[in-house]
Nanobody, 125 residues
Framework: VQLQAYGGGLVQAGGSLRLSCAAS????????MGWFRQAPGKGREFVAA????????SYADSVKGRFTVSRDNAENTVFLQMNSLKPEDTAVYFC???????????????????WGQGTQVTVSS
């Protein structure tokens, strides 16, 4: 599967953005999908993950209540709706695919073998 993330941009604090991750080559419904981010000088941080059918979801504590992950398997696309954005959310955001077990949502980036290119999100104060 190939992944392409898009939808990043510059937004003021308190604003919203919606990231999308389009999958091609194999249906995204075959994979657990994750979102990660990496700020300058920092490691890759887990943001959210969603199970193949979308019934199980996991969020990092730092985004819980502000971000919502969803997927449309008919369109082979995964979304990350980001509301109430803060300057500390500034990072390059990546989507990733994992073949993990049905009930397990990985949070460690090495558990995701397939990555899309990142999309920059910048939140100004």
């Amino acid at each position: 599967v190939q992944l392409q993330a898009y939808g990043g941009g510059l937004v003021q604090a308190g604003g919203s953005l919606r990231l999308s991750c389009a999958a091609s080559g194999r249906t995204s419904s075959s994979y657990v999908m994750g979102w990660f981010r990496q700020a300058p000088g920092k490691g890759r941080e887990f943001v959210a993950a969603i199970s193949r059918g979308g019934s199980s979801i996991s969020y990092a504590d730092s985004v819980k209540g502000r971000f919502t992950v969803s997927r449309d398997n008919a369109e082979n696309t995964v979304f990350l709706q980001m509301n109430s954005l803060k300057p500390e959310d500034t990072a390059v955001y990546f989507c990733a695919a994992s073949s993990s077990g049905a009930t397990y949502l990985p949070r460690y980036y090495l558990e995701y073998p397939t990555w899309g290119q990142g999309t920059q999100v910048t939140v100004s104060s």
